[in-house]
């Protein structure tokens, strides 16, 4: 009794001197003060904490991620800044169209996240490979490039774009589709008076299944004014040059390859898509790059060659001829990317060093074109 009366008048005392002190203003402001200070403190290691976790882009990929594959369009929306998206409304609504899939499959694994030079607080993701399913079969790969960046107070990211890349761009470096079973070959035309000294154009026709069977019997029509069939001679040598482009091509020798092209050659990519035409102009410095970016994708490249034709004379040639491109990975035998379609190549005699060069590349790529009944 007398130890809780003694803990109960030394309360007293405390509180009543803790009321006296209070009244000082100098004990007072130095009471708040350290208050203050524990508050603020308890507030910036919260802070730290939320900015810690706001920094790491893994999470947002995660959540990038769960967006794309569950299909919802409230939890994507949340991704983007608002300023972002409506600048950005056409990518944004692509991005959308998506979600009608069967099913989607984003692979967010080993991606490095690149800053932007031009801003600190950016970052750019690229070449994420985003696969769509539909009735339960892979419909087609592609690839999506994200710009993120910190925004507001807690400094979140943010998506700034989404960009899907154009299958319009250039079919043979962007979009990948993939090919579910290889359609019968058909009957290769003998594509030069005699062969090069080097690799036939006709022998990668032979070693390959994948041809094109609603095509295979339309004949290539040129545009150029040159209609009289070239020489003897003409034909020759550029069976020569034409078969070594190709090989070129095919062995991801990029010196050589672009070494058959003028300097100021003039490259024209046309995707038609529905009956309409989707043209992309290319200088000889952005082929050489995407040309590169083609060889890193693929560990085997096949470049196939149908019904040539060569026109012209001894100083100028127009040839026209159907191609087929064939990629494949390192893993599996079954191609992962296939195109066909017709191209244009007008060559002419260079006169700094006398050899035929490469003036205009004309490519015609149809796409989404019918598969007839086989005969």
Known sequence: MRAYSSVKQVMRSGKAEFLTAFQNPNARFAMIGIIGAAILLLAM????????KAGAIEPFLQQWK????????TLY???WDSTARIKNRSQYERALKLFSREKVEANIA???PRKDFRDNNRRQIERIPVTLYQDGEVLVMLHRDLTIEKKGLLQRWKLINDRIRDELEYPETTEEHIVQEPPPPVQSTNL??????????????????????????VTPDSTSPIVREAPLDTQLKLSQVLGEWQQAWQGKNLKTYMSKYAEDAAITRVTVNKGREYPTQLSKAQLREKMKAL???Y?????NIFHLQVNGDSAVADVNFFQEFVGRHASGSQPAYSDFGMKQLVFMVDPADGLWKIYSENWKHYKNVPKYPKL
């Open 45 to 52: 290691v919260v802070g730290l904490r939320i900015f810690e």
């Open 77 to 79: 929306q949340q991704l």
């Open 299 to 303: 560990s085997k490249i096949e470049v």
């Open 192 to 217: 030069t008076p005699a062969s090069p000294p080097s690799q036939p154009l006709n022998d990668t026709v032979a070693s390959n299944n994948v041809t094109p069977d609603s095509t295979a019997n």
């Open 110 to 112: 080993g991606l490095l």
């Open 66 to 73: 769960q967006a794309v594959e569950s299909k919802q369009p």
């Open 295 to 297: 060889n890193k994708r």
